[in-house]
């Protein structure tokens, strides 16, 4: 049941109509017509009227929409039927056939060719190119056969006058790989005349209006259609066809399928023969026929690749073999005028017959092994010629009015017969519906002596002139009581039927009145043995094969060939049998119907002609099919996919039902829904009687589709939001175990490198730190400098107890100067008391070392810190030799000369800073709380200029240090006045000491350096800090 449409397009589907009604059923097909909607269900047959113009619904997105869908699943459409053909056709391997009926002008061709566009859209997903080239020569073969074979009509501008059955091959992929295309008797009489109104094929009219000046001039040709008597009936009509266009189509499409240059321009030399037989004209001369415009004789010749004189003698002698004589029998002029015509007629055929042999040749399916790619399977599309009736119907129309009775008769077999067959299969209580079956008609045509094809057959075998009226006249003796025919003999009132030219049969879709002029001709369908040998006699070699029966000498007996009517009828029924041996799909008994109807006879998109229609849908039992199809029972399917569908109604069923079949579990749902009495249950399937019961029934199921949807859409974000978390759960492990791998290789690689460190020498200094994670980078600081006080410690636990002074002072000295000065006299021992060290003053240590003993005794000091020679500049820049004495306790200025006599003394805790320079010399002034600053310059007599302002630094910051329990304070680290004045130029203190004359501020007695402390006061000097303050002590 189709669904997705709203109602106020009509019914989807027609099972669903509330009564079955003629009028209800034309109303909705009207409804749905104006609305567009040009496809309707009768459950798996589709009804298409011809919209008359283009519909955008054959598109790349409605494709998509139906492939791989379930017929129910989309509105209806072609496409659902082609989809589910194909699916039936694939699921089980096993051949189908979709066949599309209806009457001239109903839309069957095109039907045919959008089933294969859409079976080409939907199939070869890999592209293979030999797929694709298959696909390509499939469509392509359609307008080259709607060329040849399809004419202007009265009913339709594109009327196929010949029948085809297409099989389409698949691969085990369900790709097709190839095809083989029936064709099912041409319609040749319009090669010689047509009906006012009508056209001649589109072949003719495509060369005239499309081939090129100079191909035309090859041909003998001009471009005037009305300069030929065999199209010149329709020269004039206008049509949608675009001639000229759809000849360079059809030019393409032949090369592109494969012909030969030389096959297409034989085909062009034949039409262009067949036009010029057309203006041959006999005249008599006497008794003797004669070939009035010879010089047409010579083109055909020309075209035909033969002698003109064999062409003239085929036009107008009969070679006869009487005996062993063989004589040469002139032509009347109605003789030689009929073999012209049929010479016409015989080569177009044989011309329509080759081009479908050379497109099956090249389609074909070729090297396919089975055992290598498994089973090869057909879909075959059937679009024969539609019932019709013309004002004069004669021998063709008989023949194509009989092939649709066949083909009714199979509908019916199938839809009728064997849809009421399955519910007695199935043991559901059944009333027969009556239904008119045509098979009396069918009867009335072919059955065997008594059938028309008979009794044409024989009069066709009569020896002695047997003519049309002798024909009818046997069906009036022989047929004279049946139902389904009459004649004006028969029933002379019948004003309708003329006195031996006219009978009627009564046909499934009308009743049709047959002229039998021609009966007898068509049915022979004679063509002088001559022709046959003037084609196999050509030099061409495409002509010549076309005629291989031409290479029988005259003397040859032949077999009387079938008649027309004969081969027709075997055709056929060989046809209803090979389409009946493609329908058994998983117990279904049907082809996929299309069933095509006509709204009107104009041609109009607007036009919705309800008799027309009324008539249609009467003839092709349309409501007999709804009916059989819901006589009782509007629905039914398989328990497995009514539960497929309609499980989440009942709890039962929802998700999975544990009862012991699909049976009992579609029945404890059809209870619980309350439709037990609406219902009955087949062997193997449920029926459903009324339509209300299915709405309900789609109505619960779209109600609970809206909560297993946000049931769906709740797990489904559910599981994504565990998903998301999942995964980021995992990156976060992940992440935390790398990280601790990083941290453990880091603490491994530390550990390995740093093994054994304590019996280095160096106790690891040299060892290389790994670098580490982002994260270890302060552990690895705090590691660093663990290591570092380790190293330190290990080093100073060697250095002897009586050095760890000297090695304090010489740690603070770098601390505090460290980068400021570039000898700071850390490689050497730091003697501290050089007044009292003897190298250093030999003479004079002797006079030092009593007055630093009184001072002792006097002030009580318990070390020295440091003692050193100075010198300083006083205010006459006088160089004055001094030295300082530096305890714990005091700071002492002395005068060398004097015995060391004391000339200042400072207490230490009276200093506050120190200052001193960046240079080389060893100037260094001493802070004092009350302002009055020592500045001196350090001297040392040996070694000379040795640098002891470190030392200095270092002892003094050491003592402060230790007494002030580390609490000294730097206000300021540096405690440095650079300068680079000429004192850093020369060489050494000493020299700048004593040179020093242009420095003012060196040598300053204290008090004074605030003063000299005046920008520009230390000329040429950059004073970065002030000395006062800079470093302080407290
Ligand atoms: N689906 C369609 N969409 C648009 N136009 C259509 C459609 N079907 C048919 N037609 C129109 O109707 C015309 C006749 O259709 P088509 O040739 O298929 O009829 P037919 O049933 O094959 O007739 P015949 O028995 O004479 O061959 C087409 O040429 C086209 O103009
Ligand atoms: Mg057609």
Redesign the pocket.
């Known amino acids: 049941m189709a669904e997705q449409e709203s109602l106020e397009f009509g019914k989807a589907d027609f099972v669903l109509m509330d009564t079955v009604s003629m009028p209800e059923f034309m109303a909705n097909l009207r409804l749905r017509f104006e609305k567009g909607r040009?496809y309707t269900f009768i459950g798996e047959v589709v009804v298409?009227v011809?919209?008359?113009?283009?519909?955008n619904i054959y598109g790349r997105d409605t494709i998509e929409q139906y492939k791989g869908r379930e017929l129910y699943e989309r509105p209806p459409h072609l496409f659902a039927i082609a989809d589910a053909a194909y699916k039936a056709m694939k699921r089980r391997s096993k051949d189908t056939c979709i066949v599309i009926s209806?009457?001239?002008?109903?839309?069957?061709?095109?039907?045919s060719k959008?089933i294969m566009q859409y079976i080409a859209a939907i199939t070869n997903p890999s592209q293979r190119a030999e797929v694709e080239r298959v696909k390509n020569m499939l469509l392509k073969s359609n307008c080259v056969l709607e060329a040849f074979g399809?004419a202007k009509?009265n009913?339709?501008?594109?009327?196929?006058r010949f029948g085809k059955y297409m099989d389409i091959n698949f691969d085990f992929k369900g790709d097709p790989i190839g095809g083989h295309i029936n064709n099912y008797l041409l319609e040749k009489s319009r090669v010689i005349v047509q009906q006012p109104g009508e056209r001649s094929f589109h072949s003719f009219y495509q060369l005239l209006q499309g081939g090129s000046e100079q191909m035309l001039r090859s041909l003998h040709l001009q471009k005037s259609l009305s300069s030929y008597n065999y199209i010149h009936v329709g020269a004039q009509l206008k049509s949608?066809i675009n001639d000229a266009a759809e000849f360079r189509v059809v030019a393409d499409a032949m090369k592109v399928i494969g012909f030969k240059p030389e096959e297409i321009q034989t085909v062009y030399k034949i039409l262009a023969t067949i036009l010029h037989l057309g203006n041959l004209k006999f005249v008599v001369d006497g008794d003797t026929p004669l070939i009035e415009n010879g010089k047409v004789v010579s083109t055909i010749a020309e075209l035909l690749s033969t002698k003109t004189d064999m062409v003239e003698k085929a036009l107008l002698y009969r070679t006869v073999a009487t005996g062993r004589d063989i004589i040469d029998k002139q032509h009347t002029e109605q003789e030689a005028s009929y073999g012209r015509d049929a010479f016409a007629k015989a080569i177009y055929e044989r011309l329509f017959c080759w081009i479908v042999t050379r497109i099956n040749d090249i389609i074909e399916v070729k090297n396919y092994d089975t055992t290598i790619h498994g089973k090869n399977t057909v879909i075959g599309v059937l679009?024969i010629?539609?019932f019709?009736i013309f004002d004069n119907n004669s021998f063709e129309q008989f023949c194509i009015n009989y092939c649709n009775e066949k083909l009714q008769q199979l509908f019916i077999q199938l839809v009728l017969k064997q849809e009421q067959e399955e519910y007695q299969r199935e043991g559901i209580p059944w009333k027969h519906i009556d239904y008119f079956n045509n098979q009396i008609i069918v009867d009335l045509v072919e059955q065997q002596h008594k059938g028309i094809i008979a009794i044409l057959d024989d009069a066709c075998m009569n020896v002695g002139k047997v003519t049309d009226e002798m024909f009818l006249e046997a069906l009036n003796s022989k047929l004279g009581k049946h139902a389904h025919f009459s004649s004006r003999k028969l029933c002379a009132s019948d004003k309708i039927l003329e006195f031996d030219r006219d009978f009627r049969i009564r046909h499934y879709a009308g009743d049709v009145v047959y002229s039998v002029i021609g009966f007898i001709d068509k049915n022979k369908d004679t063509l002088f043995q001559d022709f046959k040998r003037l084609m196999y006699n050509s030099s061409n070699p495409v002509l010549k094969n076309m005629w291989p029966e031409g290479k029988l000498s005259i003397t040859e007996v032949t077999k009387r060939p079938l008649t027309a009517a004969t081969l027709f009828k075997n055709s056929m029924i060989a046809l209803v049998d090979n389409l009946a041996s493609k329908i058994d799909y998983c117990g279904r008994k049907e082809p996929y119907y299309v069933r095509?109807i006509k709204p009107n006879d104009k041609?109009s998109p607007q036009i919705f002609d309800d008799e027309r229609c009324r008539h249609q849908v009467e003839y092709l039992g349309l409501l007999e099919n709804v009916r059989v199809r819901r006589a009782g029972f509007a629905f039914r399917q398989t328990y497995e996919k009514f539960l497929h569908r309609y499980k989440m109604i009942s709890e039962f069923t929802w998700p999975n039902h544990d009862l012991p079949s699909d049976k009992e579990a579609v029945k404890k749902l059809i209870e619980r829904c309350g439709f037990q009495d609406d219902v009955a249950y087949g062997k193997t399937k449920i029926f459903i009687r009324t339509p209300r019961t299915l709405f309900t029934l789609e109505e619960l199921r779209a109600q609970m589709l809206i909560r297993i949807v946000l049931f769906l859409q709740k797990v489904w974000r559910g599981t994504l939001a565990r998903m998301r978390y999942k995964r980021t759960k995992a990156a976060l492990t992940i992440i935390r175990y790398y990280r601790r791998y990083k941290v453990k290789s880091y603490i491994h690689e530390v550990a390995r490198r740093f093994h054994g460190v304590k019996t280095m020498r160096d106790y690891g200094k040299h060892v290389k730190w790994p670098s580490p994670p982002k994260v270890l980078r302060r552990f690895e600081e705090a590691l660093q400098t663990i290591f570092n006080r380790w190293r330190a410690s290990q080093l100073i636990k060697s250095i002897p107890a009586s050095d760890l002074p000297q090695v304090r002072a010489k740690v603070a000295a770098m601390e505090m100067l460290k980068g400021q000065r570039a000898d700071l006299g850390l490689q050497r021992a730091w003697e501290g008391n050089y007044l009292a060290s003897k190298p250093d003053t030999p003479q004079t240590s002797g006079t030092f070392v009593p007055v630093a003993n009184e001072l002792k005794r006097k002030d009580k000091y318990m070390n020295v810190l440091f003692s050193c020679h100075v010198r300083k500049v006083n205010r006459f820049s006088k160089v004055e030799d001094r030295a300082i004495f530096v305890t714990d306790r005091h700071l002492y200025k002395m005068d060398p000369t004097k015995q060391y006599k004391v000339m200042k003394t400072i207490p230490l805790y009276n200093l506050t800073g120190l200052s001193v320079s960046n240079g080389k010399d060893q100037l260094v002034v001493f802070h004092t709380k009350d302002n009055k600053d020592l500045i001196v310059c350090l001297f040392s007599k040996q070694p000379t200029h040795e640098s002891r302002i470190g030392e200095l630094v270092g002892v003094l910051v050491n003592h402060f240090k230790r007494v002030t329990s580390n609490r000294v304070r730097a206000k300021k680290k540096v405690c440095v006045i650079q300068w680079k004045s000429k004192y850093e130029s020369q060489e050494g203190a000493e020299s700048s000491a004593h040179g020093g004359t242009e420095n003012s501020g060196v040598g300053l007695e204290p008090g004074e350096l605030g003063r000299s402390r005046r920008p520009g006061s230390w000329r040429g000097q950059r004073i970065t800090e002030t000395p006062r303050g800079a470093w302080s002590f407290s």
């Open positions: 040009i298409s011809n919209p008359y113009k283009l519909l209806g009457e001239s002008g109903a839309g069957k061709t095109e039907a959008y399809n009509t009913r339709n501008d594109n009327s196929s949608s679009d010629y539609g019709e095509c041609k």
